[in-house]
């Protein structure tokens, strides 16, 4: 059975959530999480006891400070109860319709608290349009709250731009996991699949180190957590928060990632054991200086990448029943070089074919 994505958070240091959490170790993954929940509610607690206005803040309060706050102690609490659950969820309903910076910082702590505690919140509940940073806990659990088969993501997929939203890699992972078939079908007849050939070392990703502000302090409210889009070492997007300024990741996507973003989904769609070594045999790099035997190596690269590719595609039609006359688009062939400038004079690319 398919494991859904789940989100793992931080206080005062960095976690990265993957979208292809299914490949991990439930059992032990569960521990670090309940571990990592357990000292950030410590810490949570020890800061906001003393910082409280509320002696005892209500979640069914007007106010929307003692919300923020009565959201705040739920966070640090751990408190699943069902009638705490369902005061929660009253209280989104309320403030989610405010249009003043106040409500919109309580719906922020109300999401947090949501998600910290795993709340199930319902679709409809979610259907409003947040701002700022609000919009990463709102889309992370509406990802998680979905059924098995993710269909009422399906819309917010195609609501975000994958160009600007790294919310819309995120999502797309999900229902990659959980075998949507809508998704699947449409993945396959729109995107056209490349094998990237590469000449020398791609450039680094020094650049890709970008800061993060925390959002300006509101009187009388908690500290908020500033929540955003974080990718891992494996390439995946995933939530994270802290309480203050950092350097993380930019979750940007380029041409080629986001060339290798969708061939993993490719995998996951069909349950590959590894969809991100998969998707790695759609990127070939020629480790020589001198252009001799490129074309043959491109060649080789080529009939791999087109035996895997054809290998999914038939795997694709047969679990989502893709009939033989829609079409798919075939493999492109992509040369890239990134040898140095004295280099390509020396030895250039040869012609392609």
């Not at 806990?137 to 997929?157: K, S």
């Not at 350097?247 to 993993?264: E, P, W």
Request: charged share 30%; proline share 7%; net charge positive.
């Amino acid at each position: 059975m398919r494991r859904l994505v789940a989100t793992l958070t931080l206080f005062g240091c960095i976690w990265a959530m993957p979208c292809n959490a299914q490949q991990t170790d439930p059992k032990n993954e569960k521990d670090r999480a309940a571990a990592r929940a357990a000292v950030q509610r410590a810490a949570e607690r020890r800061a906001k006891e003393e910082a409280c206005p509320f002696e005892a803040p209500r979640l069914s309060s007007t106010d929307p400070a003692e919300v923020a706050w009565a959201a705040a102690r739920l966070t640090a609490e751990d408190s699943r109860k069902p009638e705490v659950a369902a005061a929660l969820i009253a209280a989104l309903r309320s403030f989610r319709v405010g249009e003043k910076e106040e409500h919109r910082r309580a719906v922020l702590h109300l999401l947090h608290a949501a998600l910290q505690n795993d709340v199930v919140v319902p679709m409809a509940d979610l259907r409003f349009e947040p701002e700022g940073r609000t919009r990463v806990p709102w889309v992370a659990l509406q990802t998680r709250n979905a059924t098995n088969e993710g269909g009422e993501v399906f819309g917010l997929f195609h609501g975000l731009d994958e160009k600007t939203d790294a919310g819309w890699e995120f999502v797309g992972g999900s229902l990659a996991i959980r075998g949507h078939g809508a998704f699947a079908i449409e993945l396959r007849t729109q995107m056209v699949p490349r094998l990237h050939v590469v000449a020398g070392p791609r450039p680094g990703v020094a650049a890709d180190l970008v800061m993060r502000d925390a959002p300006g302090p509101l009187t009388g409210f908690p500290v908020p957590p500033a929540y955003y889009w974080q990718r891992d070492k494996s390439g995946f997007v995933g939530t994270a928060f802290v309480t203050g300024p950092t350097s993380t990741r930019d979750c940007s996507i380029d041409a080629a990632r986001l060339d290798r973003v969708k061939l993993r989904w490719l995998a996951q769609l069909v349950e590959e054991p590894d969809p991100a070594a998969w998707a790695a045999r759609f990127e070939a790099r020629f480790p020589e200086r001198g252009m001799g035997k490129f074309q043959a190596f491109s060649d080789a690269s080529e009939k791999r990448a087109a035996e895997s590719l054809a290998a999914m595609d038939l795997a694709l039609r047969k679990r989502f029943k893709i009939p033989e006359r829609l079409a798919l688009p075939k493999l492109e062939i992509v040369w890239e070089d990134f040898r140095r400038e004295d280099v390509k004079k020396a030895q250039p690319m040869p012609e392609r074919r």
